[in-house]
């Protein structure tokens, strides 16, 4: 039984063209769909947390190139998206909530002043 | 070196003699009129009028439909792509269930939480996108950065942010609901069009015929290289590397030399000469499978490849405390004349007061 477990787990860790073209895909989904909500989103939040779904595409984009190249490199490189992310993360909602103090609103309309005039 | 490169190509040929499991092919023979070219634009297409329906607030009509739809368009990509990967494949044909799983999950969460009218909610379904992705690492190798991105994504950064949920939210008025700008979107139709433009283009930079084949020639031909480069990187790490050849021979007393030059030469290992506690040499065949751990092995790439990089992470960190301290600062409004008195100006206004004591 563990026996077939082991050679189970051993199949499964075989990474194969299949693992990173799903891999592939799902970054570019994630990536579209980071896109998409930071577009299309009004709350300040949620469009900081659009970004770090991009953040989370390029990521694994990175580790399944690196696994093509055998190079271990491309997870060395998600180490620094996750600081980059993380700098991201605590400035920007430092500012989110300099920017709801001073409207009492999450909506990123409420600063559409700042747009240069149509 | 050229029987080498003979000798990949053999394997080339036998791996894409390979033919994909038949779990896989079943959704793509539902639109045999798409040509194959094709496939993965429409199947983008449809996916993106999937969601742009499932962003329609309000109507639980279109939304189902819409719903149907973008599941429909996710299953073609998937089908679509996996048909696409014919090399490399294990002999027994288990069908890649995992990824698809965790691609499906990973899905789910991405567009629940662009269309999600909660924020909690949207950050919730965020943590289950980082948790299906942290699946997808440990598939492609990468254990330790699969937990290290749990451990910082779902219990970090996502924390952060329901902090300032929870601190900048609105109370909901009663009999009113969710905030009218979490409902309602912003120019949908339009980002979905962007969005579906950039799934296009990036599905075809990834799975494009020419680029699927030069990722297998590659897959094959750097499995050689990326252990042989392993090897190299030990070497500059006395202990470590003593380490690793006491695990194949525990006696070892002393590495004197390295070879991994016929590393790339695929029948050979890479091989160290080693002197025992009783004063012998030994010639070590060390195997792939004897190589540090993943985590060590990151660790190892880290310090000794990127130390400029690792240096450059710490200032950037340090500049976000720094820029957070001054955001979160309590800002006071301060008129002119008290902004030239703090930076030791004269002041504008004759009043006699000592600068700043007011």
Redesign the interface.
Known sequence: MSNMMAQTIN????????????????S??????????F?????M??M???T??MF?AA??AM??F???????????F???I??????????A??????L??RR??????AWSELRETA | MTENLRDRGMDCALYSSYS?PIA?VTLLEAAPAVSPALALTVAAAI?AAG?AML?QPGRRGLRLAGTVIGLAG?AM??VE??K???????E?G?P?V???I??FL??VG??R??TSPR?VF??LY?IL??IA?AG??L????E??AF??VI??AG??LI??M???M????SPVAGEGD?W??R?????I???I???V??AT??DA??SPAAQRF??D??IV??R???Q??WQRLESMPKLLLETARKAEPKTAAVVSTNFDELSNRSKNATLKVTLDDGTTKDLAMDAALLPE?SR??GV??VS??PA?LEI?GV??L???F??VI??RK?IELGEDERRGIAGMRRLTVDGEAGGSR
């Open positions: 199949t499964l860790a075989v990474t194969d063209a299949q693992t990173v073209n799903a891999a592939l895909l799902v570019a989904i994630l990536f579209a769909c980071g896109l998409i909500g577009l299309s989103r009004r709350n939040i949620i900081f947390l659009c770090e779904l989370q990521a694994l580790i399944a690196g696994n093509i190249h055998h190079d271990i490199s491309g997870q060395v998600v180490i620094f996750l600081t980059v992310a993380a700098a991201e993360a605590a400035l909602l430092g500012l989110v909530v300099l709801y103090r009492e609103t999450l909506d990123s309309e | 994909s896989t996916s969601l962003m996710f990509l998937m792509v996996l696409r990967a014919t090399a490399g494949a294990p027994g288990f890649p995992f990824p698809v965790f691609g990973a899905m991405a567009v939480m662009i924020p949207a950050a965020f996108v980082v992705t997808m690492f598939l492609l190798g990468a330790f950065m290290a991105l910082v994504y970090a950064i952060t942010y902090f300032v949920l601190l900048a939210q609105q905030a700008y979490d309602v979107p912003r120019e949908a339009s980002a979905v962007v969005g579906f950039m799934l990036l599905g990834y799975f990722r297998d590659t897959s750097s499995a290289a990326g252990e480069a392993a993943n092995q990151v790439d880290l490849r990127y990089g992470a950037v960190l500049m976000a405390l820029g957070a955001l979160a800002q």
